[in-house]
């Protein structure tokens, strides 16, 4: 007697538009699309034709395959202690600015005028909000980051003539970015004065003539240079009739008592600078952008220029400065103004109920940084929760990723770059690490 013959398991997986006809798949493509649920039900029916899931569990290992969102990118919690961190976008937008974006995300009257019906000018209410932070201001453009911002005005103002800048401030910045490379590739010449040390107003004199299209100030922002130094300010270079252009970088409109060597916007224009150049999505705590501040006549010389429409902002970005400008603190100002006892009684509210999970966690006394090329030096006391190393892989690699950052052998997750809301998130994502 013969046994009778084996079924081909193959058979049992269920075919494409049988899984489809899940609710949960039908939910899914209608957010995702339907060619990632295809794809994502494919993988999972080869699964099961290799024997690594039952058959059965098919439109379950899909939905494990499908991404959260359409997009590539994906949403992480930043434990690093870093406030602008730039692999991490830098300034996280606040409630108010997402929901300026979503409400602009449709058709809005980013140019037009609904009263008259005719052409208004784009970005209006972000920049008079912009010129209203900075009172001394008499006018504003928005571009699309802070290079761009200085490019235009090189382009625009010493294009075949002479920027005047100091050795000192001839930076070089994050991957491999250096100052003078953008400004050559403008058709501006520099003219180099002082020493990487010291540079004084009358370095600044000697070197003027009618070459001159205006001198440059920049903020070095992640470095610092102590010692046997000198550097004219922007109230010792005004008076030498020529225009002073101020890079400050970080974006601070207005001085802060936490960072009193942060040069601000407010401050550089009532020391006589024609232009102040600076990026958005750093302590201002908005989105990227290049922010441009001055006089009237140098910020219409700029706008009006072609370079102008090749660096101008979509709506989403003047509807996220906007809200930034006129809504309630950002994240960054709240990670900045943190009170280091409230982060340790966070931290230890945190490690009790993760030690009672059985996890090795401790909390511990930090330091947190600014970032982005933003106060340099600057140490923010801050507090941590302290877990064994392993754990930075393990939450990077998560279904909700954190990024901590590994010091003396321990993966610290700094409570100053997480919002005291985001605590159980945290919490739920350490002890989801401790199962892997």
Not at 78 to 84: D, I, P, Q
Not at 213 to 226: Q, W
Not at 364 to 385: H, K, Q
């Amino acid at each position: 007697m013969t046994d009778p013959p084996r079924l081909d398991p193959r058979r049992a997986v269920p075919r494409t538009d049988a899984v489809l006809r899940d609710p949960r798949l039908r939910e899914a493509a209608a957010r995702l699309g339907e060619a990632a649920v295809k794809t994502a039900v494919r993988q999972a029916q080869d699964q099961a034709r290799h024997g690594t899931v039952p058959p059965g569990e098919v439109a379950d290992t899909a939905l494990a395959l499908l991404p959260r969102t359409p997009g590539g990118l994906r949403a992480v919690v930043n434990a690093t202690g870093v406030l602008l961190h730039t692999n991490l976008g830098r300034a996280p937008l606040s409630a108010a600015a997402r929901r300026a974006v979503r409400e602009a995300a449709g058709p809005t009257d980013v140019e037009l005028d609904l009263r008259t019906g005719v052409r208004a000018r784009r970005g209006r209410t972000a920049l008079a909000a912009l010129r209203d932070r900075v009172p001394s201001a008499a006018a504003a453009h928005v571009v699309n980051n802070g290079a761009a911002a200085l490019a235009l005005a090189a382009t625009a103002l010493a294009a075949g003539r002479e920027i005047v800048v100091s050795r000192g401030e001839m930076v070089e910045i994050g991957d491999g970015f250096r100052l003078p490379d953008l400004l050559v590739a403008t058709g501006a010449r520099l003219r180099e004065v002082g020493t990487t040390n010291r540079t004084t107003p009358d370095d600044y004199a000697a070197a003027l003539d009618d070459r001159t299209a205006f001198i440059l100030k920049v903020h070095p922002s992640n470095f610092r240079v102590t010692g046997f130094t000198r550097a004219a300010d922007t109230a010792e270079l005004a008076p030498l009739g020529v225009p002073v252009v101020v890079d400050i970088g970080s974006g601070l409109l207005a001085p802060h008592p936490l960072l009193p060597d942060e040069p601000d916007a407010e401050t550089q224009l009532r020391a006589g600078a024609a232009l102040v150049t600076a990026s958005g999505d750093k302590l201002l705590g908005g989105p990227q952008c290049g922010l441009l501040l001055g006089s009237e006549d140098t910020v219409r010389a700029l706008s009006r220029h072609p370079l102008a429409r090749a660096l101008r902002v979509d709506k989403l970005t003047l509807a996220a400065l906007e809200a930034t400008l006129t809504g309630p603190a950002t994240p960054t100002g709240e990670a900045l103004t943190a009170d280091p006892a409230r982060l340790r009684q966070r931290a230890e509210r945190l490690a009790r109920a993760l030690t009672a999970d059985g996890v090795d966690a401790h909390a511990v006394d930090s330091e947190a940084t600014v970032g982005g090329g933003g106060a340099p030096g600057v140490a923010l006391p801050s507090a941590a929760l302290s877990l064994p190393e392993r754990y930075a892989a393990a939450l990077r690699t998560g279904p909700d990723p954190v990024v901590g950052r590994l010091a003396a052998g321990r993966c610290l997750l700094d409570l100053r770059t997480v919002p005291e809301p985001d605590d159980e998130r945290l919490a739920a994502a350490v002890r989801q690490a401790s199962r892997r």
